[in-house]
Every structure is written in C-alpha cells, then in structure tokens.
C-alpha cells in the first residue's frame, strides 16, 4: 500500500498570528514538505492545480521536476491535473518529459477543477466539463501510446501525423487515478480503462465514498479487468496529530475554525464525526484510517491533507514526522497483512514495465 | 388498499406555529381526498427548524450532515409533496429556500406539490404566486392549482364576500393534490450511484 500527502497549495493567513505567507514562501514550503514526506518514509507527494488566488500551484510539472532531482525513491502525482481546461497534448508531453526526468516516479490524478471561471479563462464551457474530461482523456491515452496520431474531435484543432514528444519512458505511460467526488460518470470512465478511481473523501461522508468506490469496483469487473475487489482505489484523509488527543484539538481548532473549505460552520467534532477528519493522537489516526478499509475494502492509496488553512510549515513538518514515524509502519504492517495475495498493490513505472514485458496489456 | 406517502415540509420558526396548523391541515384534507380513492397516505413531516443549523453547515460545507440527509431522503422519496412557508419580507422564509437550494436539483422532477403559506396579513397572498409557484416550476414539480394562502384574520373568518373561507380552499387544495398523486401512481427516487449512460456511449458523445 502506498502512501503519501496531496496539498491544494492555498496561501491562507494563520489564523492564530494573522501572518500571510508569501507566495514564494508557500511554494518553497511545499518542495520543503514534499522532500519531508520521503525522508519520513512516505510514497507519494501529490500537488493540486490551481489557476486562481489564494492558491500557488498553476505549474504542478515545473514544480515536480524540481522536487524529482532533489528526491530519490518519491512518487510524483497530482492531485489534480484538469482534464478539462488542458489541451492533452501538453498533458501528455509535460508528464511524459517529467516521466524521463524522474526516472519513471511519476503518475496523475485527472480532475475537473474547483472554479467555475477556469472553464473560460480557457476557452471552455462548464457545460462540456464531462464531454471535455472523456474527449481529452481519449486522446491523451492515444498520445501515449500510439507513436503517430491522426485524430479529429469536437474541443481541439484536429491532428494529423502528430507524435507527442518525449515518447513516454520505456514506451508505458503513466499509470492515472480519475479523481471525482459525486460523478458518477468519471468512476465508470475509470472503470471502462481498467485506471485507478480515487475517491477525495476528505470533505465527505464515508457513506458517499463507499457507494461511489462500490459503483467503480462493479464496474471495473463488467469492464473485465478483474474482480471487484482486485480495482486500484486511492481514497484522501485529513489528520492533525499530536502525542496527546487534547493538545491536537486545542491546537487545531482554531485552523478547523477558519478554514476555507469548511470554517464558519460545523463544529469541529461534529465534521470529525461525519467526515474522515481524525484530530488526535497516532492511535486514534490509526484506528480511523484502518477502518476506511471497512467501508471500501482493500484499498491502494491513501494520501493526507496536512498544509492547508494557514498551518505554519514547522508544524507541518512535525506532523509528517509524527505521521512517518508512528502511523504510516503501523498502517503499512495492518493492510498489508489484510489484503489478500492477488489484490494488487498501485502499480508503478517498474510493475507496468514488467506486464509490459509480459504481453500483459493494463488499460 | 395501496398506500401513497406524502412528505410535509414546514418553515414555521415559532412553537406551536401557525404555519404548522396550516401544515396539518392540508395533510389531513389531502389524506381524505386519497382516501376516498381508495389509496391511503403514509405522512411524514419535515420541521425545518430542527434542520437549521444543519441547513447552514450544508451550504458551508457541501454535504448534509445525517439528520438533514434524512430530511432530504424522505422528501426524494415521497409521492406526493406539501410545502408550506411563513411569508418574510415579501417572499418565502430563507429556511424555507435553503432546503430547497440543498435538495438534489432533480430531486422533485414530475413530484405533485401543494404549495401553502402564512402570514400575518393578506396583503401578502401574492407571494404563492410570485415566489413560491416559480420556486417549484424551476425544480419541475408538478404544482396543485390551487395554492393556500392563510392570514391571521383567516383562522377567524367564514366564506364571505371575499372569497371561499380558510377551510374551502384547503380541500379543495387537498383534492387536487390527492388527484395528481393518484394519477401518478407509487414512484421510487432515482439511484444517484446507477450509470445511467455506459462510457461506450459518452466515448461516442452522447
């Protein structure tokens, strides 16, 4: 089972000081955290895409670049690339040229986006948000896989005779999560390509999430992929751990208060109670997450949220080391004796170079 | 005899609540009406009051939390569907429209609807049909003619010069609920989770 954190990278005041990061500070912090996550032993350091304040991360390849030649064993991913709004043909050439450079470290998370607004600022409509995520999508995956593409569609210009350059590493391309929270259109998109569905639950109730997982993994089976219960699921978390459950809800609170996604409204315990949000000590974080398998069975990928709503970086970088040294052994030792032989682990660049090797086609 | 469900909406803030008087009522006079078609009402209430807070989290946070989830359930499911508002500064309560912006946005497709308020005079009677009726036309429920609008004068007064008395107007409400609810027959609400179009058919683009 892999593990790691995704950041939304919002520049957000700390609420207990009023303090501001600067933007260049913000993106240091986040190259910082992701250098973090490997030395804690974490898999995978995920970045979001923005392309509106308060958020910093517009350019996820130039940034995951930079972490890759600083990083040595680091899983690079996003969290997530739009589908939507990018032309496929940069998607395919920046993750394939970043493939090159971080020696195969590399998968993504395909998404919609968090604005309206970013649908014009790029010449879309938010109408097309699920045509443009399968049309794009389609023609990604022939970018990557066929060496010279003739292709005619209804958002871009047409192709003739293009190939997508760099070729992607040993000729297999990134493996890819589709990333949705209520479309059930882009769980059966995951599904028809045999790709990974994760699920950001982190500001849902676990209840939703089982039922759109359970939707993918019946439908991943009718797509003849395999069993249900052998789909790739990634699922978020949100965590704030100290060594006493008491200092982490004192010192968390008052992030919990006014974050952006959810401050101003319930009261911290009762958004723990409805959602995976665990403030507490590594016990109870390992309780909590141990039981998402509960609700969706043996799962591939988990990734934490741990630096939005202003946290300093200091803190955040006590609560990876918290989270790599107390929880993640835990949770590694516990799945991986609970998951079955042939449930597969989330492949990466080696595993799909090896069934490539094989004559055993994914997707 | 078969039996048709039939969920309450009610906006009243006060205990007891006027608008809730009016809320039985209309049950009870829809529920006779149904009776005498031989089918039987199943009726659930929903007091919004009990839901407020849960109301504001769910515009704050994007889900509902457990109890306005089943609120929102019981209204998805019901065959038949009466929602009734105190009048606030010309229009429906902000209660009252916050429930119905959280619904699910098909959620009342085809659904007959009795729509009923109150106020503390008739001066805003209009409000039926200048809020409420194109609240429910958007969400495309099937809305009842007949709309019933109670003042605080119309809890004292017989039919008259001015019109048909409280009591009238509410069966002839109830009835005309009843007729739509019978025509329609027992509906189940739709899985959110079913894939209603196979990726063969969206690759396609359709």
Do not use: C
């Not at chain 2, 609540?17 to 009402?41: C, I, N, P």
């Not at chain 2, 508002?85 to 085809?110: C, M, N, Q, W």
């Amino acid at each position: 089972m892999q593990f790691g954190v995704f950041t939304v990278g919002d520049v957000t005041p700390d609420p207990t000081n009023g303090r501001t990061p600067t933007e260049a500070e913000r993106i240091k912090a986040m190259v910082t955290i992701a250098l973090k996550a490997e030395e804690v032993g974490l898999d995978v350091f995920a970045t979001g895409e923005h392309h509106n304040p308060p958020f910093v991360p517009s350019s996820p390849t130039t940034m995951l670049g930079y972490i890759a030649a600083r990083t040595e064993r680091l899983i690079l991913s996003t969290s997530t690339t739009l589908i939507t709004t990018n032309d496929p043909v940069k998607i395919a050439e920046d993750y394939a040229m970043l493939q090159h450079l971080a020696d195969g470290r590399v998968d993504l998370m395909m998404g919609r986006g968090n604005t309206g607004p970013v649908y014009p600022w790029f010449g879309k409509n938010i109408r097309d948000g699920i045509a443009l995520a399968v049309e794009n999508y389609a023609l990604l995956r022939r970018l990557w896989r066929e060496d010279v593409v003739n292709w005619e569609g209804t958002f871009r210009t047409p192709l003739q005779s293009f190939t997508s350059v760099p070729r992607p590493l040993d000729g297999v391309p990134p493996f890819v999560w589709h990333g949705s929270i209520r479309s059930p259109e882009i769980a059966e998109q995951a599904a028809y390509y045999g790709d990974g569905f994760f699920h950001n639950n982190i500001f849902w109730p676990m209840e939703h999430t089982r039922q759109m997982v359970e939707l993918y993994r019946r439908r991943y089976a009718h797509y003849g992929h395999g069993r249900p219960d052998q789909a790739i699921v990634g699922l978020g978390g949100q965590v704030f751990l100290r060594r006493n459950s008491q200092d982490a809800v004192r010192e968390f609170r008052p992030y919990f208060d006014n974050a952006p996604v959810y401050g101003h409204g319930p009261s911290l315990e009762d958004f723990t109670e409805q959602t995976p949000l665990t403030v507490g000590s590594p016990q109870e974080v390992i309780d909590r997450t141990l039981g998402f398998r509960d609700h969706v069975g043996d799962y591939q990928r988990q990734l934490f949220l741990m630096d939005h709503a202003g946290l300093p970086l200091k803190t955040v970088l006590e609560q990876l080391d918290l989270l790599g040294e107390e929880v993640v052994p835990v949770l590694r030792r516990e799945f991986d004796a609970l998951r079955p032989a042939d449930v597969p682990t989330a492949p990466t660049h080696a595993d799909l170079v090896a069934a490539a090797n094989t004559g055993e086609v994914t997707g | 005899m078969s039996t048709r469900t039939l969920t309450v909406v009610t906006a009243g803030l006060n205990r007891p609540s006027t608008t809730r008087l009016l809320a039985d009522r209309l049950a009870a006079a829809t529920e006779l009406a149904l009776r005498e078609r031989d089918l039987s009402a199943a009726v659930e209430f929903v007091e919004l009051r009990e839901v407020a807070h849960d109301l504001t989290d769910n515009l704050l946070t994007g889900f509902p939390s457990p109890a306005l989830r089943a609120a929102l359930d019981t209204v998805a499911r019901a065959d038949g569907l009466i929602a009734v508002t105190p009048i606030f500064t010309a229009s429906y309560s902000g209660l009252f429209k916050t429930f119905f912006d959280v619904l699910d946005s098909g959620a009342l497709v085809g659904k007959p609807a009795l729509i009923a308020a109150t106020a503390g005079t008739v001066r805003h009677s209009l409000a039926l049909d200048h809020a409420l009726r194109p609240l429910f036309s958007y969400l495309r429920a099937s809305v009842a003619p007949t709309g019933v609008f109670a003042a605080s004068e119309d809890w004292g007064t017989g039919g008259g010069v001015a019109g048909p008395a409280l009591a009238d107007r509410i069966d002839r409400a109830g009835g005309e609920l009843a007729l739509l609810v019978a025509a329609r027959g027992p509906q189940a609400p739709a899985d959110p989770f079913d894939v209603s179009t196979p990726f063969e058919q969206l690759l396609a683009g359709g």
